[in-house]
C-alpha cells in the first residue's frame, strides 16, 4: 500500500493495552491511507476483543507488507509467546512482561529494517519487565538499546492546544529520577545540550524555524534569587549560550506561565526541567490529546502517555483517546521517517 504501515504494540498483555489497541484499531479498520498492525500474542488480542464486544475480525498476518482486509477486520503480528493459557488480568506477572518486551522488540525490528514506517507503543508494566529480566527503567531507555543509541529523549505533544495546527512540544532535561536527584542534576552544560537537542528535534519534526522556552525551576523564576539561584547560576547562562549559537530560545521563564504561553502558539518546544513539571502541565490541560515521541533514535516511535490501569482492564471501560492520537500522530509524523533515520542514526 502507498500509505504508512504502523506496528502498534500492545504493552503489557494483562493491562489495558490490548484493549485500546483493539479500539484505535477496530476505528480505523476501514480507512486503506495507513495500516495498523498490533503486535502482540493473537491469544491476547482476541480476548480483548471478547472482553470490548466488538463485531470485529482478528486476523492473523506474518508479513508487515499485507494488504489491509478493510472494515470490520484488525490484523495481528502474533509474537507466540504467552501460548494458549494467558495471564490474568490485572495481575504483575512476568510472562507478561516477556510478551511486552517481545512485542516491542519485533517491532522495532521491522522499523529497523524499514518495513514498517514506525511504533505505536501500549503502556507497560515496569515491574513485570523487570521481573522478566529487563534492566532497563523504561520503554526509552530500552528503545535506545535496541537501535544502538545511547542518548534518548522524550518529547510531549500536545495535538489540542489553544491555537488550531499548532502541536506544542515539551522536552525534558531530567526523566526518571526522583526530584531530590533531578534538580542536582541539572548544570549549565548538561541544560545547554538538553537546548540543543530539543532544538534538533523541533527541525527534525518538521519545524523550520524553531522557538524554544526554557521553564524555570523555582517560584516566580527565583526572583533574582531570592527563592533558588539554579536560573542565575545554570539555567540562564545555558539559554544565552544557546542564542550565542543562533537558536530563537527564551527563559528561564516561570514555570506557572510558560506553558499557557506555549499553548497559545508563542512558542514551538518548551524544555521542562523535570518529569512531573513537564506532565502535568500537559495531562491536566489534554489528556487524551497529548502524547508521547521518543527522540534520539533512528526509528519513528509515537506513545500512549499513561500506564496500563490494571485496576480496570478487562473490563471495557478503558478509553482508547490517548492511542488513538499515538496512532494518529504516528500517521501524521511518518514523512519524516527518513530525516529521523539520518539525524538519529548512530
Not at 163 to 189: E, W
Request: hydrophobic share 40%; net charge negative.
Amino acid at each position: 500500500m502507498s500509505g504508512p504501515v504502523l506496528a502498534v504494540t500492545v504493552g503489557d498483555p494483562v493491562g489495558i493495552g490490548p484493549e485500546i489497541v483493539a479500539r484505535t484499531l477496530a476505528e480505523f479498520s476501514g480507512d486503506d491511507s495507513h495500516h495498523g498492525i498490533a503486535v502482540g500474542d493473537l491469544g491476547v488480542m482476541r480476548r480483548a476483543v471478547k472482553a470490548l464486544g466488538l463485531d470485529i475480525e482478528v486476523r492473523e498476518v506474518r508479513s508487515w507488507d499485507t494488504e489491509p482486509a478493510g472494515e470490520g477486520v484488525i490484523d495481528v503480528y502474533d509474537i507466540a509467546v504467552l501460548g494458549s493459557v494467558l495471564p490474568e488480568w490485572g495481575v504483575v506477572d512476568a510472562r507478561a512482561g516477556r510478551a511486552a518486551i517481545t512485542s516491542i522488540e519485533v517491532a522495532t525490528k521491522a522499523a529497523l529494517a524499514g518495513q514498517v514506517s514506525g511504533i505505536v507503543t501500549g503502556p507497560i508494566n515496569k515491574e513485570a519487565i523487570w521481573a522478566a529480566g529487563s534492566e532497563h527503567l523504561g520503554h526509552t531507555e530500552m528503545l535506545g538499546a535496541l537501535t544502538g543509541v545511547s542518548q534518548q529523549d522524550t518529547m510531549f505533544v500536545v495535538r489540542n492546544t489553544l491555537v488550531p495546527g499548532h502541536h506544542l512540544k515539551i522536552f525534558f532535561a531530567t526523566r526518571h529520577l526522583s526530584l531530590r536527584k533531578a534538580l542536582d542534576k541539572i548544570n549549565r552544560s548538561g541544560q545547554l545540550e538538553s537546548i540543543k537537542r530539543a532544538g534538533t528535534a523541533l527541525r527534525v519534526f518538521g519545524t523550520t524555524n524553531p522557538r524554544l522556552a526554557v521553564a524555570a525551576i523555582n517560584p516566580h523564576g527565583g526572583e533574582n534569587g531570592a527563592f533558588g539561584d539554579e536560573e542565575i547560576v545554570h539555567l540562564a547562562p545555558a539559554c544565552a549560550d544557546a542564542r550565542a549559537l543562533g537558536m530563537d530560545v527564551s527563559g528561564p521563564i516561570p514555570a506557572d506561565s510558560v506553558f499557557h504561553h506555549g499553548l497559545t502558539g508563542r512558542y514551538d518546544g518548551i524544555l521542562s526541567q523535570y518529569h512531573d513539571q513537564g506532565h502535568i502541565a500537559a495531562k491536566t490541560f489534554d489528556f487524551d490529546g497529548t502524547i508521547s515521541v521518543t527522540v534520539g533514535v533512528p526509528i519513528l516511535r509515537t506513545s500512549v502517555d499513561h500506564g496500563t490501569a490494571f485496576d480496570i482492564a478487562g473490563t471495557g471501560r478503558a478509553d482508547h483517546g490517548t492511542m488513538k492520537s499515538a496512532y494518529l500522530a504516528g500517521v501524521e509524523y511518518s514523512p519524516f521517517v527518513d530525516a529521523i533515520r539520518a539525524e538519529y542514526q548512530p
